[in-house]
């Protein structure tokens, strides 16, 4: 069985900051390329960070460059998403994903495997 559970996620003041991780299990992670989404409430769910297989190329949507980075511990079977500078814009639902297509995508519908998420709430 598949899982891919998120954990770090909560209430942080803005300009503060966050480690959110995604730990895997039930696949091969190495084989997979890691992704980063987020969907607040009312929104829909939106692109924000992938890494490759290897961890060697990495992919942001321009609103989180320079303030959030993706990495990813094959050994562990886990992905990371550290957020610095966070802004009340960020907060929103965090699910990591897994894709098992040669690159990285940002188009969620490609990606083959979902965690549940975890809340991440930024206040002003």
């Known amino acids: 069985q598949v899982q891919l559970v998120e954990s770090g996620g909560g209430l942080v003041q803005a300009g503060g900051s966050l480690r959110l991780s995604c730990a895997a299990s039930?696949?091969?992670?190495?084989?997979?390329?890691m992704g980063w989404f987020r969907q607040a409430p009312g929104k829909e769910r939106e692109f924000v960070a992938a890494?490759?297989?290897?961890?060697?190329?990495?992919y942001y949507v321009d609103s989180v460059k320079g303030r959030f980075t993706i990495s990813r511990d094959n050994a562990k079977s886990t992905v990371y998403l550290q957020m610095n500078s966070l802004k009340p814009e960020d907060t929103a639902v965090y699910s990591c994903?897994?894709?098992?297509?040669?690159?990285?995508?940002?188009?969620?519908?490609?990606?083959?495997?979902w965690g549940q998420g975890t809340q991440v709430t930024v206040s002003s």
């Open positions: 890494i490759s297989r290897t961890g060697g190329l990495t």
């Open positions: 039930g696949i091969t992670f190495s084989r997979y390329a």
């Open positions: 994903a897994a894709d098992l297509r040669a690159g990285i995508e940002k188009v969620p519908s490609g990606y083959a495997y």
